[in-house]
């Protein structure tokens, strides 16, 4: 059988209208069958969606607790000594001496942190911010009430200490006590939130970060007292923690106290460390039988 030849620019041409054909077929069908539109939507990044939940619970841990974290203060009678005074118009006495006023030179000041744990006025904060017995401590609430110290236990193990107010003492707002949580579920990584009076000055300061470590063992010091004591099985978090939070609490995300801030390592950055809340369970319980 014999095939015509097709000349080439009728080929082109059948092929152009094919396309063509094609083309239009195609047209009329999305003509007909438009894809339906999608309504546009502001979508928030996920990084902004975490910085906010972060923040957000910051923010209701700190609203909730910083009522019941307190500031502790020292007030103590210094002997000033002798003082002498140069007399230059009297060459047989060069010094002229000069009594020192009587009773001494009272002295006050912030030197630590704690936390309400009864509405009747038990505080807990470090054995070493209340270390000296010679001196009278006071408490500083949130809405800056002052309360007398009354009583103080002294935990012969561990750094922790147990003052008494009387919250009858002042008018201020009822004494907040706060939530215990079980530092024996704490897991590495896990966010917290450490509240005090950084520097003994900067009150009802707020620090984040995560645990760091936990069953850690160190050797302490106190820059108040210059006495070191060894601490074992202590929490280590990255939260900063600095001289005058000693006392504070250390919280979950769920503003329950995991901890009690204790000591910060010097000459580094970012490794505090803080007593697990159980061991001062253990403290009360003892404290609230025998009443020391």
């Keep these: 059988m014999k095939t015509k030849k097709i000349p080439l620019l ?21 003509g007909k069958f438009k894809a339906p539109q999608i309504p546009q939507t502001n ?34 009678t210094r002997n000033l000594g002798q003082i002498f005074e140069i007399n230059p118009f009297d060459p047989f006495s060069i010094f002229k001496q000069i009594p020192p006023p009587a009773g001494g030179e009272k002295v006050e000041q912030d030197i630590g942190t704690g936390f309400i744990i009864s509405s009747d006025g038990m505080i807990v904060t470090n054995k070493h911010v209340a270390a000296d017995t010679q001196a009278k401590y006071r408490v500083i609430t949130k809405d800056d009430k002052t309360y ?10 561990n750094d922790l ?14 004494l907040k006590p706060v939530e215990m949580g079980d530092s024996s579920k704490l897991k590495v ?17 707020v620090t984040t970060g995560v645990i760091s470590g936990l069953g850690r063992g160190i050797t302490a010091g106190s820059p108040f007292e210059g006495y070191v004591e060894r601490l074992d099985n202590v929490i280590q978090t990255d939260a900063a923690i600095n001289p005058g939070n000693s006392g504070g609490p250390l919280l979950n995300s769920a503003g329950q106290v995991i901890g009690v801030n ?11 460390f803080a007593i697990p809340i159980n061991v001062i369970r253990e403290s009360l319980e003892n404290f609230n039988k025998t009443g020391k």
Excluded: C, H, M
Aim: hydrophobic share 45%; proline share 4%.
């Design 161 to 174: 200490a147990i003052l008494k107010i009387d919250p009858s003492t002042s008018s201020g707002q009822a």
């Design 262 to 272: 204790v000591a910060v390592a010097q000459g580094s950055q970012n490794i505090g």
């Design 148 to 157: 007398e110290v009354s009583k103080i236990y002294r935990d012969p193990v």
């Design 189 to 205: 990584g896990q966010f917290v939130i450490a509240i005090g009076t950084a520097l003994g000055e900067f009150r009802n300061t």
């Design 43 to 76: 979508q928030i990044p996920q990084e902004t969606i975490k910085v906010v939940k972060e923040e957000s619970v910051v923010i209701d841990v700190v609203e909730k607790v910083s009522p019941s974290v307190v500031t502790i203060g020292i007030s103590k």
């Design 10 to 30: 009728l080929a082109v041409l059948i092929v152009l209208l094919g396309i063509g054909i094609s083309s239009g077929l195609l047209g009329l069908n999305w």
